[in-house]
């Protein structure tokens, strides 16, 4: 709404010698919160004054901390709360009534899955919400000097130079020799996930088992991979995928059902096969580090399945019914370094073009699950996939680079008819999920428990950013 007054105010800001007014550093933090796309589009000219950035740089740092020092004073008084709690069940055990018992059982019982989900906010919300922003401010400062590059770089032909620029050759070039070798690697460390009892059950629905095999396999004869595609989709509400070594191909039902439409989710396996063909997990680690992998994974695993400590993750994995996965695989299995991941960005943009879908798929996918808080269920994509702004521009890079291809698919109604199957399975799913007892909460009949936050909940209204104080300085026109 206020776009046109905002490019007004920003060319006064611009203009004005002296600090900037407050008000425009405002507008500058709502910026934030368009899409990556929107701001590439907007940010192939600089539009916001150096000292501006700087100050919402401060600020959106003092935000980061403040918003941690509140859910951290939190957290210390529920520790608090609870101890008093557990001191009192210890000292007065013996004169307690039934009721008083049930009353501290249950306020243990919700202390304790308060405390967790707090720390969840502390430990992933936050600092995910945060890098986000920084990294669209990131964008803002740093992309009109990186697009006259890239414009440079088109006009020269310089483009034909950079690293896998023989976009025409993909399936026929070489991006790693000995893919096949991989495949004993990749069974193996099947073979130990399912003994661990840490893979989730395999979805049954054939149609959108069907669906996902195909499109993988649709992108896979378009690749550089060159070992068979083994696609298994797990009936977990996480959202993650995952590629083993040698092809094994692991879609988890919550990763579909987060996608808005097919190149989304083929932007996201065009990325995990990535892996695949580079070979990321072979150059990363040595055969034998497999095994001391797996010994971590199935002592979460047993964590999981005795109920013992129950810790962030766990929690979650316990309450929602996923097992975060990518929590227990090492990142070595799956080939991530800073490195590896800006490869796999730069081969699966390649892939999911050369596929014929919208290449800017897996950038859409990316930053709805950077912005939203409900970004919960997929904090092992996160942890698998580092900094934001170098990615984004790397993607953005090497898209000005490909050759421009007609009518690229967005989506299909075959997409649509297995989100409508899945839509069934999920919510059957949480039905079911709903009567599971759980581990969490062996005291029954307790007050309903109000949650720290919702998954879809926004960052802005768990920690409203400090607002700015009425400023002296002249305000900017108004809208
Ligand atoms: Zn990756």
């Known amino acids: 709404m206020c776009t046109l007054c905002l490019v007004t105010t920003v060319s006064g800001a611009q203009l004005r010698a002296g600090p900037p007014a407050q008000s425009d550093v405002d507008g500058l933090l709502q910026e934030l919160q368009k899409p990556y796309l929107d701001l590439f589009r907007a940010s192939m000219t600089p539009r916001f004054a150096a000292t501006m950035l700087e100050q919402a740089r401060r600020k959106l740092t003092e935000s980061r901390e403040q918003c941690l020092r509140r859910f951290k004073a939190r957290a210390k008084g529920q520790e608090r709360a609870l101890a008093v709690a557990q001191d009192k069940l210890r000292t007065q055990a013996s004169r307690l009534s039934e009721a008083e018992r049930h009353g501290l059982h249950c306020e243990i019982q919700n202390l304790r899955v308060a405390r967790s989900q707090v720390q969840m906010v502390i430990d992933h919300a936050i600092p995910v919400a945060y890098q986000n922003r920084e ?50 690697d990749g069974e193996d460390a099947v073979k130990q ?15 959108v088992r069907g669906y996902v095999r195909q499109l993988a396999e649709r992108i896979a004869a378009r690749s550089d991979v060159h070992v068979p595609l083994r696609v298994t989709v797990l009936d977990s509400k996480e959202i993650n995928a995952f590629a083993l070594p040698g092809g094994f191909l692991f879609v988890e039902r919550g990763l579909v059902e987060a996608t808005d439409d097919e190149a989304q989710l083929a932007g996201v396996l065009a990325h995990e096969m990535s892996h695949v063909a580079a070979r990321h997990a072979h150059k990363l680690m040595q055969r034998e580090t497999i095994a001391s992998i797996f010994y971590q994974a199935a002592q979460v695993a047993a964590v999981i399945l005795t109920g013992g400590v129950v810790g962030v993750g766990m929690y979650y994995a316990l309450q929602y019914g996923f097992y975060g996965l990518g929590l227990a695989i090492d990142l070595k299995l799956l080939g991530v370094s800073r490195e590896f991941e800006l490869e796999a960005d730069q081969l699966g943009a390649q892939y999911a073009w050369n596929a014929g879908y919208d290449t800017t798929g897996f950038v859409r996918f990316f930053d709805k699950m950077a912005t939203r808080v409900g970004y919960v269920n997929g904090i092992s994509w996160f942890h698998s996939h580092p900094p934001f702004y170098e990615r984004m521009r ?15 698919v967005v989506t299909t109604p075959a997409f649509d008819a297995m989100k409508a199957a899945l839509a069934r399975i999920s919510a059957r799913a949480t039905e079911e999920e709903a009567k599971r007892p759980s581990l969490v909460a062996p005291e029954q009949g307790c007050p309903p428990l109000p949650p720290e936050y919702q998954p879809d909940q926004p960052i802005d209204t768990l920690c409203p950013p400090p607002r700015t104080p009425p400023s002296s300085v002249p305000s900017s026109p108004r809208c």
């Open 394 to 408: 790397q993607i953005q890079r090497e898209l000005a680079f490909l050759p421009a291809r007609p009518s690229p």
């Open 193 to 207: 996930l399912r003994v661990t009892g840490l893979l989730p059950r395999e979805l049954e629905d054939d149609a």
């Open 135 to 184: 990294a669209k401010l990131d964008l803002i400062e740093r992309w009109p000097a990186e697009y006259v590059a890239i414009q440079q770089t088109l006009a020269t032909g310089a483009q034909r130079t950079r690293r896998w620029s023989d976009v025409e050759d993909i399936g026929f070039r070489e991006v790693a020799r000995d893919q096949d070798q991989d495949v004993r």
